[in-house]
């Protein structure tokens, strides 16, 4: 069963970048989207964007001016750059696989806290 | 933006007794290929988001069937129907017809 781990700084400043990883084991996520998604504390759910296995992305327009995605496949990880951070970036960032065609995120990461402070 | 909408946000619930949530959308997102990709999805302390419906009505894998998703259109709904300890949590609705993915507010299920 595929599991997804998120990791990150914790802590990362107001104007520098977030940078966080999903790490994808016990099963292959190839042909696979991987979606980050974040939780700010007491609001909802946010759908940030989904990179492919082979390295397509898709954005959402409300952030798509400050972050890029990446994939490693030799190491089944992930990574999320968000750059020029504020306050309103700390959230619980989630990472979760989506089947190609599928229209659903089956497998969640545990999610991972980063806070903007200086 | 599709815009989703949940109601109630708060939902006290006797254990044994069902619950029901509604979530309503802005616009139909039926996608190119004809399927309605709407899904529902539990969030408890200390846990990953759990997938429990998929396609308005599909149960996931490992799901309990007194877990149901119905719908068409703009509404749809997500009916537990006899509430248990465990699924005290957050449940969210969320559609991926269209970009950007969108979901709705959170209902909270408590135990009166």
């Known amino acids: 069963q595929v599991q997804l781990q998120e990791s990150g700084p914790g802590l990362v400043k107001p104007s520098e970048t977030l940078s966080l990883t999903c790490t994808v084991s016990g099963g292959s996520i190839s042909g696979h989207y991987l979606s980050w998604i974040r939780q700010v504390p007491g609001a909802g759910l946010e759908w940030i964007g989904y990179i492919h296995y082979s390295g397509g992305t898709n954005y959402n327009p409300s952030l798509k001016s400050r972050v890029t995605f990446s994939v490693d496949t030799s190491k089944n990880e992930f990574t999320l750059e968000l750059r020029s951070v504020t306050a309103a970036d700390t959230a619980v960032y989630y990472c979760?696989?989506?089947?190609?065609?599928?229209?659903?995120?089956?497998?969640w990461g545990q999610g991972t806290l980063a806070t903007v402070s200086s | 933006d599709i815009v989703m909408t949940q109601t109630p946000l708060s939902s006290p619930v006797t254990l044994g007794q069902p619950a029901s949530i509604s979530c309503k959308s802005s616009q139909s997102f039926v996608h190119s290929d004809g399927n309605t990709y709407l899904s529902w999805l539990q969030l408890r302390p200390g846990q990953p988001p759990r997938l429990l419906i998929y396609r308005i009505s599909n149960r996931f894998s490992g799901v309990p069937d007194r877990f149901s998703g119905s719908g068409a259109g703009t509404d749809f709904t997500l009916k537990i129907s006899r509430v248990e300890a465990e699924d005290v949590g957050v449940y969210y609705c969320m559609q991926a017809s269209q970009f950007p993915y969108t979901f709705g507010q959170g209902t909270k299920l408590e135990i009166k």
């Open positions: 979760a696989r989506e089947i190609p065609a599928a229209g659903h995120l089956d497998s």
